[in-house]
């Protein structure tokens, strides 16, 4: 599929793909990631060791929009941790793009991300967006469809199995393995609790467990944290 996706990302003038789902519906129940995309395996590590999920303004904006929100870097405050991910994506040709906001009551809350080397939106590249925003958001709700049923819904392994953990995801781990629920955690680490939930489901997709007590488990067995 992804040859053919990323053939039609081509012909709507973007040079990118990537979209992401939780398996769960709400934030109370345990739930793993998958992510898919077309981008350099090497931005794709860098994002996630990073944690730029944490600050990148297409994630916590999108769920926010009811259509597809059309980005640059100038489009959100210039603070010093907005440039340093914005000139670290810009080095894998992420500069502008379409990030699409989806919503699944079966599902956890999923985005479409078509990214640009382009690295300002101008009037021309706006109105061209107008005339195809309804095919992008055609698209979005294709793949969506498409991958919760073909994959997800057959419980297949996510992507990312196997992978490292990052940094952050091993402090949720370690925080979780002494009792604190993801609101706790979340006040301990600074963050949002929404967040807090991104990285269990995601570490429990690189570990490929079913909750947070098989992945407190499986890292005491493996010596990545104390009993």
């Known amino acids: ?25 709400t934030p109370t129940q345990e739930s793993r990631s998958y992510v898919w995309t077309n981008l350099p395996l090497e931005w794709v ?9 944490e600050i990148d303004p297409r994630v916590t904006d999108a769920i926010t929009h009811t259509t597809p929100m059309l980005w640059d870097r100038f489009a959100f405050p210039n603070t010093k941790r907005l440039r340093t991910f914005f000139d670290d994506a810009a080095k894998f040709g992420v500069c502008s793009g379409v990030a699409v906001g989806l919503r699944d009551p079966q599902r956890a809350l999923a985005g479409f991300y078509l990214g640009s080397a382009r690295l300002r939106i101008d009037d021309a590249e706006r109105a061209r ?11 979005a709700h294709f793949v969506h469809a498409l991958l919760t049923t073909n994959v997800m819904g057959r419980g297949l392994p996510a992507p990312s199995m196997g992978a490292a953990l ?11 393995a002494k009792g604190l629920s993801s609101r706790q955690i979340a006040t301990m680490l600074g963050i949002g609790e929404r967040t807090v939930h991104f990285h269990i489901s995601n570490l429990l997709s690189k570990l490929g467990v079913a909750n947070r007590h098989e992945a407190i488990a499986r890292a005491v067995a493996a010596g990545f944290i104390s009993a």
Do not use: W
Not at 129 to 139: A, N, P, V
Not at 166 to 176: G, I, K, V
């Open 45 to 53: 590590r860098h994002y996630d060791q990073k944690s730029y999920v």
């Open 166 to 176: 990052s940094p952050r995801e091993n402090e949720c781990l370690q925080l979780a």
């Open 129 to 139: 967006f107008f005339g195809i925003q309804g095919d992008i958001l055609l698209l």
């Open 1 to 25: 599929m992804g040859t053919a996706l990323a053939e039609v990302v081509r012909h709507l003038g973007f040079d990118t793909f990537t979209y992401g789902c939780g398996t769960a519906p």
